[in-house]
């Protein structure tokens, strides 16, 4: 069953398209993708040097900017010039002024979390990217350390680079929790497993919600480390279950009344998601509840979203683990059947970021 936020999802992303571009503007999309690494490197440089704020509030001149900003007239030029083929700032009689993909490189929350993931996360690894495909393992983990997957060393990453993934992490998901929260809750569960808890958010709000629900976190040692000095002050209805999933004799806890997965499953393979969906089914009752909570490419209103989940897959491809991505709802409903779980109920457009929130059953 599809319900709710039953949003129109754009096909205009998957459909093939008249392509109505002179050959001139074909060939300008095709420089834009031969210089996009630089092009990015030089929207960061106008953001964080502070000539896009300056501007903002006062259009100026190179020259008075450069004085303002304690930049040298070099710098400032050469960024003004790039940003003006970039569309972020314009230029009238030698005045410069921010343009409005310009103020959305400045101000918008949402472009400024991914910037600051994609070049402190993303960034240096991406160079491998081929071997990643390749090989199916995430080579470009290697500028951070010798670990199979991220996650083992998520607790380890220099602090810039952990704080810009957890922003980006969380940034998405606690959009989507208010709503998650009444859905979840429906059947008024006693006991629910979190399962991939990480640093705690997802409990906190149902610790907060429900003052006599207790949650269990089922994930690795080293998230859930961080997870216990985040719910402290819930101690009295907070467990945790060190597991590591991916492990074939891992035995998830029983006694949940449900089990929710948010942002989690998208972690791994097609293979490797229906094998921890036999471990939650193993552990659930015939009256359990198994939430699923992902933000489904094919399930988005607009192609700019779209577009952001699909690049986001090359992440898992290259820094994460090197097998897993961004799922559409087909491919997530065929490792639900394939585990022996059956799909309830389907809720659509959960979140301001269209997240999908599957409802399945033993």
Not at 129 to 140: A, C, I, R, V, W
Not at 254 to 272: H, N, P, R, T, W
């Amino acid at each position: 069953m599809i319900t709710k936020n039953n949003a129109k999802h754009n096909t205009n992303y998957r459909r093939p398209r008249t392509d109505a571009r002179t050959l001139a503007d074909i060939a300008f999309d095709a420089q834009k993708l031969a210089f996009a690494p630089i092009s990015f490197q030089a929207a960061l440089a106008l953001r964080d040097l502070g000539i896009l704020e300056f501007l903002n509030e006062t259009p100026s001149d190179d020259k008075t900017a450069a004085k303002k900003l304690g930049l040298s007239l070099y710098a400032v030029q050469t960024l003004l010039e790039v940003g003006l083929g970039l569309g972020l700032v314009t230029v009238q009689d030698g005045v410069y002024s921010l343009s409005k993909t310009g103020w959305f490189i400045l101000c918008d929350p949402m472009t400024r979390v991914n910037m600051d993931f994609v070049n402190d996360v993303c960034y240096q690894g991406m160079y491998t990217l081929k071997e990643s495909l390749k090989k199916g393992k995430p080579t470009g983990l290697k500028v951070f350390g010798k670990w199979k997957t991220v996650y083992e060393g998520l607790s380890k990453l220099p602090a810039r680079n952990r704080k810009s993934w957890f922003v980006f992490d969380h940034f998405y998901s606690d959009i989507a929790f208010p709503e998650i929260l009444p859905l979840v809750f429906e059947l008024s569960p006693k006991t629910i497993f979190d399962v991939g808890g990480n640093t705690g958010k997802w409990a906190k709000k149902c610790l907060e919600h429900d003052r006599a629900v207790r949650v269990g976190l089922v994930d690795l040692p080293g998230q859930l480390a961080v997870a216990k000095k985040n719910l402290k002050k819930y101690k009295n209805r907070v467990s945790f279950h060190p597991v590591n999933l991916l492990d074939k004799n891992a035995v998830i806890p029983a006694g949940a009344d449900a089990f929710l997965m948010s942002q989690f499953l998208d972690c791994f393979s097609k293979d490797e998601i229906v094998s921890i969906l036999k471990k939650v089914k193993k552990a659930s009752s015939k009256d359990t509840r198994i939430y699923i909570l992902e933000p489904l490419w094919d399930r988005q209103p607009y192609a700019a979203s779209a577009f952001c989940l699909n690049h986001t897959s090359l992440y898992f491809t290259n820094i994460a683990n090197g097998n897993s991505k961004m799922y559409s709802l087909k491919e997530m409903q065929d490792c639900i059947k394939k585990a022996g779980l059956k799909t309830e109920k389907v809720f659509d457009g959960v979140g301001r970021f269209a997240y999908t929130l599957i409802r399945c059953t033993k």
